[in-house]
């Protein structure tokens, strides 16, 4: 088999190895049916199967309750942008979008674009993106449809300790970069949204978790495909769903819950963040980390060097050291690291010595 380097891919990003054998391993014929999940019917048994155990194991997982519905949807989290409002959004109502990077701009731009009645909350674009508000600088409107936050900001680095309190208005989390790395109480959103292509599985294929009572709200002339309801009542089957990427983010449930569930990944993808976070602070300024304590991801963890001279000539020796994937975001700059799920502890060890090699030979 080839051998494989340190993916530090922003998304689609690393995968547990276990869920690529797997898929390798069944991919010219799933056991007992003869034929790849690429040929089967998403109406066979076989894909039956595939879903019904996906969603259970999720279930289990996320301990996700019986009142929220699991679909698999296509689009991307840029189409959960425009769908959130245009099921949720009255055309006199108003939302609160929590704005702490450059993903939660978007989905309010989106929204906005829709003609809605949106308020961009948190004073951190000033502040360059670089922390989540505290709850005393957020005033939500008790009456707004629904509050909009994106719990990790994958561009910036910055992810929210804990969900912000809503008190009683609908929770809309894109969860695209952070889902399933912790334990999460589903039952304090409304609706979760995340693209698979960070730590569920292949691109083409968004997971939405949606509280049944919400799915009144949608207005009877949405386009069938773009109203959750047609989802729900179909099983995500109204059309030819993503039956690769269900398929993989099946693979992946089972991964996760022999891994320990979510407490074990939570505790691991936390010791993972600290030791890199560990490094860049001891650098004595070399590194600095965009995010501020408290608001810094465990998921995207950003800095900078002295100058961006600096930070190419890292980028290029990161390539050669066997690393991929660790130039920031060509919004921002700087640099990025990635250590989804499925990122090895012996990467982030390779990284931190590498670090500190670097600063050595060019401080
Ligand atoms: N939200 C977040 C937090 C993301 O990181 C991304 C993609 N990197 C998106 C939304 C957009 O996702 P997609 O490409 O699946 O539309």
């Given amino acids: 088999m080839a051998s494989r380097i340190f993916n530090f891919n922003a998304g ?12 390798q391993r ?28 996906c969603e259970s194991d999720m279930r289990r997982l996320a301990g996700i309750p019986d009142n929220y519905r699991i679909l698999f949807l296509q689009g991307g989290a840029t ?42 909350l ?8 670089d922390r989540v508000p505290e709850p005393k600088e957020l005033q939500l409107d008790p009456a707004a449809a629904y509050v909009h936050f994106t719990s990790n900001e994958t ?24 889902i399933f790395s912790r334990p999460i109480d589903v039952s304090r959103y409304g609706l979760i949204y995340a693209g698979a292509q960070k730590n569920l599985g292949p691109s083409g294929v968004t997971l939405v978790l949606v509280r049944d009572d919400l799915l009144a709200r949608s ?32 693979l992946t449930m089972k991964w996760l819950l022999a891994e320990g569930g979510l407490e074990a990944m939570g505790r691991r993808n936390a010791a993972k963040a600290k030791a890199l976070y560990d490094a860049l602070d001891a650098s004595g300024g070399y590194y600095k980390p965009h ?60 990284l931190v010595s590498f670090l500190e090699d670097f600063r050595r030979r060019n401080g």
């Fill in 291 to 350: 995010a501020r304590p408290g608001s810094r991801s465990n998921m995207n963890v950003t800095f900078r060097l002295p100058s961006e001279d600096l930070e190419k000539r890292f980028v290029s020796e990161t390539k050669k050291a066997g690393f991929e994937g660790l130039a920031g975001h060509r919004s921002v700059g700087g640099i990025r690291a990635s250590i989804y799920n499925a990122f090895p502890e012996a990467g982030v060890t390779a």
């Fill in 219 to 250: 207005p009877k002339a949405l386009p069938t495909l773009l109203d959750y309801n047609t989802h729900v009542k179909e099983h995500s089957l109204y059309n030819t769903p993503p039956v690769f990427g269900v398929y993989v983010i099946r």
């Fill in 79 to 120: 189409l959960q942008f425009s769908m959130v409002p245009m099921n949720f959004l009255p055309p006199v109502g108003k939302a609160d979008y929590v704005v702490t990077g450059a993903w939660g701009q978007k989905a309010a731009k989106e929204a906005q674009r829709l003609g809605g009645n949106i308020a961009v």
């Fill in 26 to 53: 069944d991919l010219m014929a799933l056991p007992g049916v003869g034929m790849s999940v690429l040929e089967i019917s998403h109406r066979s048994k076989p894909f039956d199967e595939i879903l019904q155990g």
């Fill in 155 to 178: 561009i910036h680095g910055v992810e929210w300790p804990k969900e912000p309190n809503a008190d009683g208005v609908p929770l809309v989390c894109d969860a695209s970069s952070d």
């Fill in 122 to 129: 948190a004073p951190a674009e000033k502040e360059n993106f």
């Fill in 12 to 23: 689609p990003g690393v995968l547990p190895e276990p869920v690529l054998e797997e898929a």
